[in-house]
């Protein structure tokens, strides 16, 4: 792998932490049985959402950087798809999460939009990646 992809694993590899720690956050909320989780089903479903793609979407982002240097791809283009196919596991849990930030939120706000914006990043990404490795 070059430099910059596994400079890029190197923090993809780090917000592990992030989602573990979500993760446990989830676990807590259920364990503790904290209002506005438990009895909020919108909430609930979107968090649990953002987590699973936090950590499905991690899992991608890492496998992509072994591929990204396979390319014909010259290094301002690798480094685009780096940065798309990486956005996707901030972005779209983001969305998940900070779309009912509050307990009593009941439907998405407008930050619903960032998971748009990761999917979109993460197929810009993947198409680009999978053209490049033909």
């Given at each position: 792998?070059?430099?910059?992809?596994l400079t890029t694993a190197g923090v993809v590899l780090i917000?592990?932490?992030?989602?573990?720690?979500?993760?446990?956050?989830?676990?807590?909320?259920?364990?503790?049985?904290?209002?506005?989780?438990?009895?909020?089903?919108?909430?609930?479903?979107?968090?649990?959402?953002?987590?699973?793609?936090?950590?499905?979407?991690?899992?991608?982002?890492?496998?992509?950087?072994?591929?990204?240097?396979?390319?014909?791809?010259?290094?301002?283009?690798?480094?685009?798809?780096?940065?798309?196919?990486?956005?996707?596991?901030?972005?779209?849990?983001?969305?998940?999460?900070?779309?009912?930030?509050?307990?009593?939120?009941?439907?998405?706000?407008?930050?619903?939009?960032?998971?748009?914006?990761?999917?979109?990043?993460?197929?810009?990404?993947?198409?680009?990646?999978?053209?490049?490795?033909?």
């Amino acid at each position: 792998m070059s430099p910059a992809s596994l400079t890029t694993a190197g923090v993809v590899l780090i917000t592990v932490t992030a989602v573990a720690i979500g993760g446990a956050s989830l676990l807590s909320f259920i364990g503790r049985r904290t209002p506005g989780y438990l009895d909020n089903p919108v909430r609930r479903g979107l968090w649990r959402a953002g987590h699973a793609h936090a950590g499905v979407l991690v899992i991608l982002a890492l496998v992509a950087m072994v591929y990204v240097d396979h390319t014909g791809y010259g290094d301002g283009l690798k480094t685009l798809v780096r940065w798309l196919i990486v956005a996707a596991p901030i972005l779209m849990p983001l969305g998940f999460f900070l779309s009912v930030v509050r307990p009593s939120d009941t439907k998405p706000n407008k930050l619903i939009w960032l998971t748009g914006l990761g999917g979109a990043s993460l197929a810009a990404g993947t198409l680009i990646l999978g053209f490049g490795l033909l």
